[in-house]
């Protein structure tokens, strides 16, 4: 196999159609978020390999298994970012922003680096858009943030594939009591547990709810639930988010036996999930952090996000028609070196004020001309020779139903576009 002519494993070229989707669709994410106020950040790709270490949580799948970390040249452990969260909480701590006005409402697009084994909807450079909001504790906050991708999944008219599970993980108290309970449920089934499961019923019994392997999550079906152990805080914040999201006209399902993937969640949790793409059904998952500011060393912040997969996202969508159109408005066609200049320019001209205009540039026939013209979609196609040169005037033809009227070539803009805008 020739390596320079293949991608890496887990990784692939976004190209075509594939891209003017992945662009639609950013423009869809990003005209959704500005309304409620955000505003995007751009972090670096890697970072310190101690930040996902220590955000993302050292017990948790990503950090001790999916993770590209290296040496850099001046000795640093470095690593790709696995998520987007822990980049954006960062900058949010460095930058200061906490010191201003809360809350505080950033959205990000973010390749992200996983070592997984690759397989339909698992890439192992895939890209995440999310959004993170810091300064509320309050349910309203919840709210909020669960209704933009449900927004946005209405809009793309998703509602009826993809399902919203809430659940809530309690604080650092309540879980306290819960992770007691589940290490003694899980220390009677020791000895059945699968070998990363034996350190995580040390470190964190709540991982092993997560864990991907049949016979663990076998035995995670008869654990106990968090619901059962919040704390009257969790509780009631619990109880306001479900009841926002009722008034709000959002239906979810309560599920608890979401715990998610990574370490940093606490109190309410989601996750958007589609039954129509197979078992990498997670489209969309998130919750509230608000111990990941101070585990980072900064200030006592609450906070919360969700991430997303665009790649995953663009499989439930499937054939949906994106209604995208790169066809030109018009092709300028030419014989001999006079037309051709003057196409040239009219085109020139024409995108100038943002109509999407081709001519020859390959030196072609005629014929051929038309024939690419046709290929390429042009909805109005003109062939200006040295008799149009010479009188100013040429045809101008409307592809799909073949009629023809005259066009002046000195006014060529502006009487195309009433041509074209009817
Ligand atoms: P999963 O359970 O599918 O492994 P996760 O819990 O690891 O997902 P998160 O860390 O919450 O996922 O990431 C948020 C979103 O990013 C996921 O819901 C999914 O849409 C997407 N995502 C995560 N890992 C991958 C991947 N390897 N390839 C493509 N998309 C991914
Ligand atoms: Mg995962």
Redesign the pocket.
Known sequence: MNLITKVPKGTKDIIGAESDKTVWLEALLRDTVRPFGYGEVRTPVFEHTELFERGVGDTTD?VTKEMYTFEDKGGRSITLRP?GTAGAVRAFLESGAYAGTLPVRMYYFANCY?Y?KPQA????E?E?FGVEMFGSKEPYADAEVISIPYRIFEKLGLLESITLNINSIGCPECRQHYQKALYEYFSSHKDKLCETCLTRLDKNPMRIIDCKSPVCSEIAKGAPIMLDYLCDECREHFEKVKKLLTEMGISFEVDPTIV???DYYTKTVFEFVSNGIGA?G????GGRYDGLCTQLGGVDMPALGF???I??LLMVLGDYDFGIDNAPAVYIGSIGDEAKAKAMVICDALRASGVSAQCDIMARSVKAQMKYADKVGAKYSVILGEQECADNRAKIKNMSDKTEREISLSNFVNEFKEIYNG
Request: aromatic content about 8%; charged content about 30%; overall charge positive.
């Open positions: 990503v998520e996983r997984e909807g698992r890439w192992r895939f995440q998610r993937g990574l990498q997670t489209v969309c998952g991430g997303m997969g790649g995953r």
